[in-house]
């Protein structure tokens, strides 16, 4: 006899459970009202939080835009200055 049919063997013959199992209550079983309000709550301070983080990443960005800039002037300025003290 191979394990194979040993197996389907041991399958075949497995009791069934004294209690049958049944379906619980949806109520029981589903998060209700309370749930859906929480998991609500959680998407808006989620949104909020992408909103506010966006919103701080572009100010980011655009002060080093600004700040390249400005360092650029700064070194074309430098660099107009020093070329016209040489004789």
């Not at 983080?53 to 700040?67: C, G, I, L, Q, S």
């Amino acid at each position: 006899m191979s394990a194979a049919t040993a197996l389907v063997g041991l399958a075949a013959a497995a009791p069934t459970p004294s209690p049958t199992p049944s379906i619980p209550a949806a109520d029981v079983t589903t998060p209700g009202v309370w749930g859906f309000v929480a998991f609500f709550g959680v998407a808006i301070v989620v949104l909020l939080l992408v909103i506010d983080m966006t919103r701080r990443v572009r100010r980011v960005r655009y002060r080093a835009e600004v700040n390249e800039k400005l360092d650029a002037e700064q070194r074309a300025q430098a660099e107009g200055d020093g070329s016209s003290e040489r004789p």
